[in-house]
């Protein structure tokens, strides 16, 4: 079983920046892709962004295409989201997740984080 541990949420100004980890308990490697979803009240869960973690291939919403920013690191294990040019409506827990075979941000993943909270103020 794989867990996923987010950190890096908080609260922000609309325009500023974020930057949000996951750090797996396993090789990431041995993980096909990582990705990060979101979800605020009465709304449906959202994929924001992903990546193959042999490739290092990027898929992302198009909501949030040109601000932000998925990476990894697989020496520690660690995927990251930078999150520049935040907006109001960015504001959402944001979810870590992890998928042995697909990276298709419309599929449900595998393996989730308990998920950091993100709140733009304008």
């Known amino acids: 079983q794989v867990q996923l541990v987010e950190s890096g949420g908080g609260s922000v100004q609309a325009g500023g920046s974020l930057r949000l980890s996951c750090a797996a308990s396993i090789y990431t490697y041995s993980i096909y892709c990582m990705a990060w979803f979101r979800q605020t009240p009465g709304k449906e869960r959202e994929g924001v962004a992903a990546?193959?973690?042999?490739?290092?291939?990027?898929y992302y919403a198009t909501s949030v295409k040109g601000r932000f920013t998925i990476s990894q690191d697989n020496a520690k294990n660690t995927v990251y989201l930078q999150m520049n040019s935040l907006k109001p409506e960015d504001t959402a827990m944001y979810y870590c997740a992890a998928d042995d075979v697909a990276c298709n941000l419309d599929l449900i993943f595998d393996h989730w984080g308990q998920g950091t909270q993100v709140t733009v103020s304008s």
């Open positions: 990546i193959t973690t042999s490739g290092g291939r990027t």
